[in-house]
């Protein structure tokens, strides 16, 4: 009778520490920081800031040049230029979310390969253009998180924008000579990008990240202007960004 009772006080003793010990362990576990997406709260705000790299644009025109009859063809090269913007998210769920994103790119231009007719008979070569082309953009986004929150957090997203266009064609080069256009259009148009990303927290309401961004324009007559009439193919470029988020 003696050690059934020391027996049963035994198993009491020791239910009671798996109690304890349970208990503590799920406090432990509830006092970690968790760097979810849910801790982290379902808006963000950003900015962002980079480089594009453009691709070349087809460019058909003509006109006059100082009095002087003319038309062209070829592809117009840009150099690589500045971006910056900020952005405003929501968080659906851990897994899909939508950004806009709006900002400026800024872009010089660099020559035309090509062929020029003149009164003197048609020019086949590069000829280097003075000029800059400005864009502002906005894009709502649709972003894909495949793995959920965590502190490294990959992306993929893509979505419609608008974009608002403006040129300035000084001069190009003929020869030794700068031949002065002094043209200036603008223009307003539709949009698609494409965007690969990755986040890294920094607190649980602060991150850090880089971003690939595919940019599809569709320009039509950028380069029109001060006696040019002009026509051009969809502009596309690269953009390459580091982007800073808050999330609320």
Do not use: C
């Amino acid at each position: 009778m003696r050690k059934h009772r020391t027996s049963t006080k035994v198993f009491q003793h020791l239910v009671l520490a798996t109690l304890l010990a349970t208990n503590n362990s799920g406090f432990a576990w509830s006092v970690e920081p968790d760097y979810s997406v849910k801790e982290i709260g379902s808006f963000r705000i950003g900015i962002f800031a980079g480089a594009f790299l453009p691709n070349q644009l087809d460019w058909n025109g003509q006109g006059t040049i100082t009095g002087l009859p003319f038309s062209a063809q070829g592809k117009i090269t840009l150099h690589n230029g500045p971006i910056a913007g900020a952005l405003i998210g929501y968080s659906i769920n851990d897994y899909i979310g939508a950004d806009l994103n709006v900002g400026s790119i800024s872009s010089d231009l660099e020559k035309l390969d090509g062929i020029m007719s003149l009164p003197s008979g048609a020019i086949s070569g590069s000829f280097s253009l003075a000029g800059n082309l400005r864009t502002i953009f906005g894009f709502l986004n649709v972003i894909v998180t495949p793995f959920g929150g965590g502190r490294f957090s990959p992306y993929v997203g893509a979505g419609p924008g608008v974009t608002f266009s403006r040129a300035k064609l000084r001069s190009v080069n003929l020869g030794l000579s700068a031949m002065p256009i002094n043209s200036k259009s603008s223009e307003a148009d539709f949009a698609i990008d494409a965007i690969l990303g990755i986040d890294f927290k920094l607190t649980p309401k602060l991150e850090l990240g880089a971003s690939y961004e595919y940019v599809w324009i569709n320009t039509r007559e950028l380069g029109s202007g001060a006696g040019i009439a002009a026509t051009t193919g969809g502009m596309s470029g690269h953009i390459l960004n580091a982007v800073l988020e808050y999330h609320f």
